[in-house]
Each structure stands twice: as structure tokens, then as C-alpha cells.
């Protein structure tokens, strides 16, 4: 295991260096020139979607959670009906 990390690490290493080379773009990205205005807007975008992730994720933990309830009541339903139960 530890040949096989120190491989990997050599190989990573080894082709992070052509990588930065090749880099003659000045250091600008895929996007473009980035001003102050590009950077404030990226900044209301990831503020946005922070507290829409969370919503998001708090509804589909309400609705797993009705799932649920709605299912253990179910079964709580299925275990008290005597003719449900079988037996003598």
C-alpha cells in the first residue's frame, strides 16, 4: 500500500509540472478578466446560495420525515386490526 501511494504521489507530481508550464494564460482563468465587479457578484450569487440550499434541503427532509410517520402509522394501524394479525 505504501509503494502504491508513494507511485500515485510521483505520477501526480510528475504531470503537475508540465501542467503549470503550459499555463501562459497570465493566470486568467476560464471565465475571463476578473474586476471587482465580477468578484461582488460571485460573492451575492454564493450568498443566495447558501440559505436556498438550505431550504431545499430542509423540505426534502420534511417530506422524507411525513414519509416515515406516514408509514410507522401504517404499520401501527396494520398490527392493531386483529384480523390483520393471524394466529389462533
Known amino acids: 500500500m505504501k509503494a502504491a501511494k508513494t507511485t500515485l504521489l510521483t505520477t501526480i ?3 503537475a509540472v508540465p501542467a503549470i508550464a ?3 494564460d497570465g493566470g486568467e482563468g476560464w471565465y475571463g478578466e476578473t474586476n471587482d465587479k465580477v ?5 451575492f450569487v454564493i450568498i443566495a446560495a447558501f440559505p436556498l440550499l438550505i431550504a431545499v434541503i430542509s423540505i426534502v427532509q420534511s417530506r422524507l420525515e411525513k414519509r416515515k410517520d406516514a408509514r ?4 401501527r394501524a396494520r398490527k392493531a386490526r386483529s384480523d390483520q ?3 389462533w
Open 85 to 87: 394479525r393471524g394466529g
Open 22 to 24: 503550459l499555463a501562459h
Open 13 to 15: 507530481l510528475l504531470l
Open 72 to 75: 410507522l402509522a401504517a404499520a
Open 39 to 43: 468578484i461582488t457578484e460571485a460573492g
